[in-house]
């Protein structure tokens, strides 16, 4: 699939009709989330055929995105209801065999490493304080091949020395740095739209073959 062929499917998802600012609900637009899942795909094989975990996934974007690319089996885990009867319709609407669970990422439970993959865009941690961390020292725990997530870019150095040094990382690239656009979603928001620069990173775990 080419990426644009892939934006377009994704341009088309429903999204957030009534978000949590709580959980720091923003959609993941099209754009960073084809190139988030073509670049996992096409520069290292991490999506066709693999087992493919979308954490926090909201209304299932990166994770439908990772079906659309070939993943053998894809499940996509939030902690709010609402947001997974939307990702489910989004999955069922495509015809694409993507299952939900809902569970608090920061619970998760594991015996062994049967996910390769895991994307995620996380909380940035703007309203709890921690949130983006505690979704990448899960991530690299349960993931046996790479995680992909975007953080924000001013917080590279921070972000590259935990995975590293705390969670174990074998290795922490910044792979781009992309604009995150963030519509006008929530009262507090003066303007109808702003761009926040994030950094699309991809993690190996210690463990990795």
């Not at 996992?40 to 926090?56: C, M």
């Not at 939307?86 to 990422?105: M, P, S």
């Not at 929530?186 to 073959?209: C, G, N, Q, T």
Request: hydrophobic share 45%; net charge negative.
């Amino acid at each position: 699939m080419k990426l644009k062929q892939l934006e377009g499917l994704l341009g088309n998802l429903d999204q957030f009709t009534a978000p949590k600012i709580e959980l720091e609900q923003y959609p993941t637009g099209p754009h960073i989330a084809s190139r988030m899942l073509f670049t996992a795909e096409n520069s290292f094989g991490d999506v066709s055929g693999k087992v493919v975990a979308d954490f926090g996934c909201g209304c299932g974007t990166l994770g439908i995105a990772a079906a659309l690319l070939g993943a053998d089996h894809v499940v996509g885990f939030d902690v709010d209801a609402d947001s997974l009867e939307i990702a489910y319709l989004n999955a069922e609407e495509l015809e694409l065999d993507v299952n939900f669970v809902q569970c608090d990422i920061r619970n998760f439970e594991f015996r062994e490493k049967i996910i390769d993959t895991i994307v995620m865009n996380p909380p940035f941690g703007t309203r709890k304080k921690g949130a983006d961390m505690d979704f990448l020292s899960v991530a690299l725990k349960v993931a046996s091949q790479a995680v992909y997530s975007l953080h924000k870019t001013t917080t590279r150095d921070h972000i590259r020395r935990a995975a590293m040094r705390d969670y174990n990382a074998k290795s922490a690239e910044v792979l781009c740095e992309l604009r995150y656009d963030v519509p006008q979603l929530y009262k507090f928001h003066k303007k109808k739209e702003v761009d926040i620069a994030v950094d699309l990173w991809r993690f190996v775990p210690i463990d990795a073959a």
